[in-house]
């Protein structure tokens, strides 16, 4: 058992640090809490300086590569999610510092906010909801649809993707998917490529990490591709969507709807965007439940305890220089 080092929690998206403090504090370690909400890099960089850290735990807070230099004793970064941006994983391989996440504690939760969405579109519940709350019942003006006639194509078939795949074949959907590292198990939908998905999809569903290669992965180019009155789903991150080019895309109609959870500019959401009457925007909570958040919390927590007493990460996200597995 570990009997001393000090753990760093950067910032957290709940009220307290209980769970943390509970994993933490009964391996005999300290736990140190940062602002709740996410500092900027300078302000997580005078933490680490300031308290040494033996492991860090983050959820948004910016982990740069400063920060992680200003502590010669830390082992590890985990992060309290599953998008890694946020973390400058090369510098932390380079100095032999384990970088975990969570990958899989929110499947569920994040499948089901990405067909909600697909649901709301098709079937009109936040349009009319919108009408009756501003005195308006206009059943005529409905045009809605069929949920079993529509094609639905998923962007990134990982963990996520498939049980988004599952959920919408589930209502009779025709489910297409676009992935560069498409498991071999893809059994039930149609693989393709970016464009013929653009192309032939009713719903896109982005379940894409952000990377140097995804950031604005949807642009003004794949947005002309969309059909026209189709919907644009994003739960996943920001980055993969430019917001103007979607802005631009959505006043021509083609996609007529968009469904976001996340925004480059959050938690800033652009004026023009609220003013679509075709789109529906979440504060980024597709993540979440009640269940979903007390396990994150609780695994990242092992995480940290289980690399400071000597153990190898369950979820290694690198390969860390002068560390053997």
């Known amino acids: 058992m570990t009997t001393s080092g000090t753990v760093l929690l950067t910032d957290h998206a709940w009220p307290d640090d209980s769970v943390e403090r509970a994993v933490v504090e ?5 736990l140190v809490t940062g602002p709740a909400d996410p500092a900027p890099a300078a302000a997580i960089e005078a933490l680490v300086r300031e308290h040494r850290p033996d492991a860090v735990l983050t959820c948004w807070a910016p982990v740069t590569a400063d920060a992680i230099a200003a502590s010669p004793d830390l082992k590890i970064v985990a992060r309290l999610g599953v998008g890694l941006d946020n973390i400058a994983v090369d510098a932390a391989t380079e100095r032999g510092v384990w970088v975990t996440n969570v990958p899989d504690y929110c ?17 009109g519940l936040a349009v009319f ?23 639905c194509g998923i962007v990134g078939y990982g963990r996520i993707g498939r049980a988004t795949a599952g959920k919408l074949a589930a209502f009779g959907c025709h489910v297409l998917a676009h ?7 893809a059994s039930g939908v149609q693989l393709t490529t970016l464009d013929d998905l653009l192309d032939r999809s009713d719903a896109v569903i982005l379940h894409a990490p952000l990377t140097e290669a995804t950031h604005h992965l949807i642009g ?3 947005l002309a591709r969309m059909r026209p009155g189709s919907i644009l789903v994003n739960v996943s991150r ?15 109609g ?8 996340v925004l480059e500019s959050e938690p800033d959401v652009p004026a023009e965007l609220l003013e679509q009457p075709g789109v529906l925007v979440t504060p980024h909570i597709a993540f979440s439940s009640t269940a979903s958040v007390e396990e994150l919390r609780r695994r990242a927590a092992e995480e940290v305890v289980r690399v400071l007493s000597g153990d190898l990460p369950a979820q290694p996200r690198n390969e860390p220089r002068g560390v053997r597995p």
Not at 26 to 30: I, K
Not at 130 to 150: E, F, M, N, Y
Not at 179 to 185: Q, T
Not at 254 to 261: N, V, Y
Request: glycine share 8%; aromatic share 4%.
């Open 129 to 151: 909801d919108r009408d009756v709350r501003a005195g308006q019942w206009r059943p005529a003006a409905a045009k809605l649809r069929r949920v079993s006639t529509l094609t």
């Open 179 to 185: 992935d560069p590292y498409a498991p071999a198990d």
């Open 254 to 261: 083609r996609p007529a709807a968009a469904g976001l959870d």
């Open 220 to 222: 003004a180019k794949e």
């Open 26 to 30: 009964a391996a005999g370690l300290t």
């Open 238 to 252: 920001g980055g993969l969507v430019d917001t103007g080019a979607l802005v631009d895309a959505l006043a021509a």
């Open 107 to 123: 499947v569920e939760e994040v499948s089901d906010h990405a067909v909600g969405m697909v649901l709301a579109w098709a079937r």
